[in-house]
């Protein structure tokens, strides 16, 4: 059980590198290109099937079973209703999601998947274990006015981002409140995610600054 | 009406400026050593008095009755039953007080007031507008080890902060989720403001960067 957890986060997002630095881990980026799909789902278990899915993509690419290992899937949705905002596919589509999100309530799923392997002998890799489970949170808008939607659909920031819009940005300013956790609508719920590792990882130190795990 | 309005926030807070800057605003900062004075009040009662004597201390400093300026003022709090927690004094109260505050439930009152003065000629300057409110958002913890409370505690972190934590950094760990803006627990409720911004400056554009205000 000698050395370090290697630790990798199987996502291109830069705001989950972000939100797993805060939180004093030190980790790798990793993605796959495997096509992501998902059979219609509550939005919980949808994010959750897509962590999943990410996660195993890249797990199978570690290849060192001497070396432990932890790989952490994740996905974010925003639901309205019934129905499920992806990203954007341009401006115009952007435009009209802030239309639907305006004066509104709306829900943001982050789905989080880990798979942990402990170190083993050459010979025989230590079994994996995995854990999947997924945040909800709340988020009320103010009305915004329709050049303030335009506006802010031009600025292409809507375009990387499930639902259109980016809480940590220039539109905290139409945010009037949510209910839950903020991380989990920037895209990680870093405070479950934390206490599930704790759980989850069982000996001290997944690595030298999160030595207090 | 010519010329933009100055806008000044009257807080030494590096996190009021951050997010007056995240919602596009351009300012310059002033701060005023007058000593806040208040006497016992509910949460929110205090916060407005306290943002107003730090708006009234450094509007009082403008000299210019010819220039538009709008003058910030915020004042932050953490709120646990009865008790108003501030600041903590040392290491040791910061321990005391995230004891208290672990695997519990607790609200984040922060007061702003809004100076505002139209430009007027040198002889007569414009009435002077005034705008108090203030926000509150429950935040919930997760329960913290003895270890992972000291170990926060000793960062250094929580010197500067009321209630002794930080959001917006690794403590991120320890919460479980929040009712109400974020923003507000970081120090400022920037989408609140806005709002306010909007009906209380009743001409477009109060700089440049923000020309859609």
Redesign the interface.
């Known amino acids: 059980m000698s050395g370090q957890t290697k630790i990798i986060l199987a996502s291109a997002s830069p705001r989950r590198r972000e939100?797993l630095a805060?939180?004093?881990l030190e980790f790798e980026v990793q993605v796959s290109n495997v096509e992501e799909k998902a059979a219609a789902h509550s939005p919980g278990e949808l994010v959750e099937e897509l962590s999943r899915q990410k996660a195993e993509a890249v797990f199978a690419l570690t290849d060192d079973p001497a070396q432990a290992v932890l790989v952490i899937g994740a996905d974010t949705v925003v639901a309205l209703g019934e129905e499920i905002l992806g990203k954007p596919a341009d401006e115009a589509e952007a435009v009209s999601m802030l239309r639907r999100l305006s004066g509104a309530s709306h829900q943001v799923y982050t789905g989080v998947t880990l798979l942990y392997r402990e170190a083993g002998g050459k010979t025989a890799p230590a079994p994996v274990k995995q854990k999947t489970f997924h945040e909800m949170?709340r988020v009320q808008f103010?009305p915004m006015s329709r050049?303030?939607i335009e506006?802010y659909a031009a600025n292409g920031e809507p375009l990387d981002k499930a639902g259109a819009y980016g809480?940590q940005?220039?539109f905290?300013?139409?945010?009037?409140?949510?209910?839950?956790?903020?991380?989990n609508v920037v895209g990680l719920p870093?405070?479950?995610l934390?206490?599930e590792l704790k759980d989850f990882v069982n000996f001290g130190g997944l690595c030298e600054k999160s030595g207090?795990l």
């Open positions: 939100l805060q939180i004093g949170t103010y050049q303030e506006s809480i940005g220039v905290a300013r139409y945010v009037q409140g949510l209910e839950g956790d903020y991380y870093v405070g479950r934390y206490q207090n």
